[in-house]
Nanobody
Framework: QVQLVESGGGLVQAGDSLRLSCAAS????????VGWFRQAPGKERVLVAA????????YYSEFVKRRFTISGDNARNTVYLQMNRLKPEDTAVYYC?????????????????WGQGTQVTVSS
């Protein structure tokens, strides 16, 4: 069992940066693959970035590539999403999720555990 808690969201202006944190408890986050998803009002929840510790691989969606970075701190059992050059279209609730087993999970159904989400709002 894994509990995930996101933090770090807020209201920023276009071009600013934010770092989201996903703190894991109950089991180390580093035995799972972890993904960051986002859901804008009226839209589906989509994968933003993911990391698979076993393969040491990462994935980024096209709309955040070269702006966002996913990383982790084993000692703090925390996964981060560094978001740079934010755009108004990045406005959404951001969720972290943990996937059992190896490999990147590209679909919501791949993930067994979810955090409660943190709101990111980017003004123009």
């Amino acid at each position: 069992q894994v509990q995930l808690v996101e933090s770090g969201g807020g209201l920023v202006q276009a071009g600013d940066s934010l770092r989201l944190s996903c703190a894991a408890s109950g089991s180390t986050a580093f035995t799972y693959s972890v993904g960051w998803f986002r859901q804008a009002p009226g839209k589906e929840r989509v994968l933003v970035a993911a990391i698979a510790w076993s393969e040491r691989t990462t994935y980024y969606s096209e709309f955040v590539k070269r702006r966002f970075t996913i990383s982790g701190d084993n000692a703090r059992n925390t996964v981060y999403l560094q978001m740079n050059r934010l755009k108004p279209e990045d406005t959404a609730v951001y969720y972290c999720a943990a996937k059992l087993g190896n490999g990147i999970g590209y679909n919501l159904r791949d993930y067994a555990y979810w955090g409660q989400g943190t709101q990111v709002t980017v003004s123009s």
